[in-house]
């Protein structure tokens, strides 16, 4: 009894759709098989809340009278990319000035976002028919044009926990790991996490519709890094940084609610993104994927304090717990994404479909399959 | 009871005998969590107290009498809850267990008597939300 996306969006339409969380779903599955689900769930909203460094934003100023070649550009002190013909730019979320390291491109987007005014300076050399060579004014997202969130890697599909067994205490971007094994930090939204619900990526798509930081954004590619040659658990679920997704949506729908600048420590700034992605049950085996369980989604357990070995293995609902044993020891855990924020997420989304606002789209493109990571290997 | 308290004190005052009167003359059992003293002998004590409230509370005169100034520890980690986003990277390195995380609502709880003030949070917080004017 397999089901359309178009027999899951005229229900939509119609308001009869039933939609559910990814826990929901995964609770439901505790006792009805998937060929029940199939039959009760059209929908699943997946969410999660992290940190995402590779991130960014399009934004274009307009011409100032005289017009400029924008060919270096500072947004409220940060340098952003003068690459992009004359009033185009890219405001990378890791983009910042040394000399004032904690405020970077993804604090520019956020304020952006939250529709403060951000000081614009910007020099070319003077051409014939862009003779200004300087501008220092103030913009806003109700006076440029185009402000578009462009984010190549988000969204991982698992993701190794960071452990520390060196003597010295590490700031990383997996947050401040106590020396000798005395925390381990996680960031996957779990059993929630878009990616691990849909672990072949058999709905989701180029131009899969989804929820990103407020607005109604898209799927625009495979993520770089996308990787599909990690191994596999006994119930299907990739171990490890696996798969990843492109994602676009218009920064004036958005929220600071649900994206926020930050900085780690010692590593730099980086961005938490909230994206939250709509699953159709449209056959038993989706409804099988969708209702894994933390007690399912294995990952390893990596040592940043010794050249990022794997050593060992963990499951979500063991980091759940707040403590894992590992060699001998107990270890204290804490996440790194925040699960309030993806619950909140995924319920939106739940009323958005379920109202009727929100329908489902099928991939225009399928992600790539076999595709594995090169390094990079120094050639001189 | 145990209540713990930041001691300012200056040059003039009576820093350095201190902890040791507090032991003699009002039988508390006192741990130094921190202490930063510098060559002027102007200084802060981060001090945990342990003894019955009377005296504990006849300390506390006794020291703001001796010319030092002494406030209750919760002043001094600053914590602005309205950006918080609950993503649960202070609790990794909050090791005092002040700052939690758990099921069923994931949301972080900050609970300042058991702080000690190791300003762990205050690097650990990607988003700066942790502060404190103890110069650690
Ligand atoms: S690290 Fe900062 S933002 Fe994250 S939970 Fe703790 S206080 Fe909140
Ligand atoms: S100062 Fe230390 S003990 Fe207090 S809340 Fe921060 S990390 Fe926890």
């Known amino acids: 009894m397999a089901k359309t996306y178009e027999e899951i969006n005229e229900k939509i339409r119609k308001g009869k759709a039933v939609v559910l969380t990814a826990e929901e779903v995964s609770e439901m599955a505790r006792t009805m098989s998937p060929k029940e689900i199939l039959g009760k769930v059209d929908v699943v909203t997946t969410a999660t809340f992290g940190a995402m460094c590779s991130s960014g934003a399009f934004l274009n100023f307009g011409h100032a009278n005289p017009p400029i070649r924008m060919e270096r550009i500072e947004l409220n002190g940060v340098p952003v990319s003068g690459g992009l013909a004359a009033v185009d730019t890219f405001v990378g979320a890791t983009d910042c000035n040394v000399q004032n390291p904690t405020y970077g491109g993804a604090h520019v987007i956020e304020d952006l976002i939250a529709g403060k005014d951000v000081m614009l300076e910007a020099w070319g050399k003077g051409t014939e028919c862009y003779p200004r060579k300087h501008i220092r004014t103030l913009i806003s997202l109700k006076d440029i044009n185009e402000a578009i969130m462009c984010n190549p890697r988000n969204a991982y599909q698992n993701y190794n926990v960071a452990v520390n067994t060196s003597d010295r205490l590490l700031h990383t971007y997996m947050g401040a790991l106590l020396p000798n094994l005395r925390n381990a930090s996680y960031s996957s939204a779990g059993e929630l996490s878009p990616l691990l619900n849909d672990p072949e990526c058999r709905t989701i798509g180029l131009g899969t519709r989804i929820f990103l930081c407020g607005a109604k954004g898209y799927v625009v590619w495979n993520g770089t890094q996308f990787n599909c040659s990690k191994p596999l658990n006994e119930h299907g679920v990739p171990m490890g940084n696996a798969r990843t997704l492109a994602l676009m949506g218009e920064m004036r729908e958005m929220s600071t609610e649900f994206m926020r600048g930050a900085y780690f420590e010692k590593y730099g700034v980086t961005m938490y993104v909230g994206v939250g992605v709509p699953i159709p049950v449209l056959d038993e085996d989706m409804a099988a994927r969708v209702s894994i369980r933390n007690s399912q989604i294995d990952t390893f357990i990596e040592d940043y304090g010794d050249g990022c070995k794997l050593i060992g293995q963990v499951n979500y609902e063991q980091l759940r717990s707040g403590e894992i044993e590992f060699m001998g020891r107990k270890i204290h855990t804490a996440p790194l994404s925040s699960l309030a924020k993806a619950r909140q997420i995924a319920d939106i989304l739940k009323g958005w479909i379920q109202r009727g606002e929100f329908e489902l789209t099928a991939p225009v493109r399928p992600m790539p399959t076999g595709t594995s990571l090169n390094g990079l290997e120094k050639r001189l | ?136």
């Open chain 2, 1 to 136: 009871m145990v209540k713990k308290v930041v001691v300012t004190f200056t040059a003039g005052s009576a820093g350095r005998s201190l902890t040791y009167e507090l032991i003699k003359k009002y039988d508390i059992m006192l741990s130094i969590i921190k202490a930063d003293i510098d060559a002027g002998r102007n200084g802060k004590l981060v001090l945990e107290l342990d003894a019955d409230e009377d005296h504990i509370r006849q300390a506390i005169e006794y020291m703001e009498n001796c010319g030092v100034e002494v406030s209750p520890l919760e002043n001094k980690i600053k914590y602005d809850n309205t950006r918080c986003i609950s993503c649960g990277a202070c609790t990794s390195s909050c090791l005092s267990g002040a700052l939690s995380i758990q099921a069923p609502d994931w949301k972080v709880v900050f609970d300042p008597d058991k702080c000690i003030v190791c300003r762990h949070c205050v690097t650990a917080c990607p988003l700066k939300l942790f502060s404190t004017d103890f110069a650690g």
